[in-house]
Antibody, heavy 121, light 110 residues
Framework: EVQLVESGGGLVQPGRSLRLSCAASGFTFDDYAMHWVRQAPGKGLDWVSS????????GYADSVKGRFTISRDSAKNSLYLQMDSLRAEDTALYYC??????????????WGRGTLVTVSS | QSALTQPASVSGSPGQSITISCTGTSSDVGYYDLVSWYQQHPNKAPKLMIY???KRPSGVSNRFSGSKSGNTASLTISGLQAEDEADYYCCSYAGSRTVLFGGGTKLTVL
């Protein structure tokens, strides 16, 4: 089955770290760019980061640059998001998404169900 | 990185057509033919409806169409149906490996 399954979310205190994972199956993971997109409760979609097929091109939203790190492991068909120095405004449902292409220009044709991150003391 | 601008809400009756606009700048929507549109029903993951401005993924109804003029992209839904009621988001590549989403538009089918 073609799917993405996120994990690693939870309740974390401000300033602490969390690592999200996304397990991909049913397609050739190495052929596509991948994205993280978040959605705060009751709010709209917010692009966080993307990584192209071979990790040679990576982008971040200004709001997370310097705090979050995206990576991928082809041997494990997995995408990751290391989140450091977390803030209350990072509270959101975090979606993993597969781009239609290797480059990753924002056409996300497969989404996971999301993992909830809550930053609160 | 500023979000793309969408109307907060639009509405239409069954069978009618509606259009949702998405305004960016000459650095994103106006520069790249890389606008996509997503449909999101409550408590569900988004679904890709249009990519590269006007292309439909397999399985998406031809009632959905996309276009662009200058810095503004548009999504048109014709023959409105009750199941089209959802939130719609535009998205554009913005260069330097960055992507922007619009604020979202709530479509109500009257």
């Amino acid at each position: 089955e073609v799917q993405l399954v996120e994990s690693g979310g939870g309740l974390v205190q401000p300033g602490r770290s969390l690592r999200l994972s996304c397990a991909a199956s049913g397609f050739t993971f190495d052929d596509y760019a991948m994205h993280w997109v978040r959605q705060a409760p009751g709010k709209g979609l917010d692009w966080v980061s993307s990584i192209n097929w071979n990790s040679g091109a990576i982008g971040y939203a200004d709001s997370v640059k310097g705090r979050f790190t995206i990576s991928r492991d082809s041997a494990k068909n997995s995408l990751y998001l290391q989140m450091d120095s977390l803030r209350a405004e990072d509270t959101a449902l975090y979606y993993c998404g597969k781009d239609q292409a290797m480059g990753g220009h924002g056409s996300i044709d497969l989404w996971g169900r999301g993992t909830l991150v809550t930053v609160s003391s | 990185q500023s979000a793309l601008t969408q109307p907060a809400s639009v509405s239409g009756s069954p069978g009618q057509s509606i259009t949702i606009s998405c305004t960016g700048t000459s650095s994103d929507v106006g520069y790249y033919d890389l606008v996509s549109w997503y449909q999101q029903h409550p408590n569900k993951a988004p679904k890709l409806m249009i990519y590269e401005g006007s292309k439909r993924p397999s399985g998406v109804s031809n009632r959905f169409s996309g276009s662009k003029s200058g810095n503004t992209a548009s999504l048109t839904i014709s023959g409105l149906q009750a199941e089209d009621e959802a939130d719609y988001y535009c998205c554009s590549y913005a260069g330097s490996r960055t992507v922007l989403f619009g604020g979202g538009t709530k479509l109500t089918v009257l």
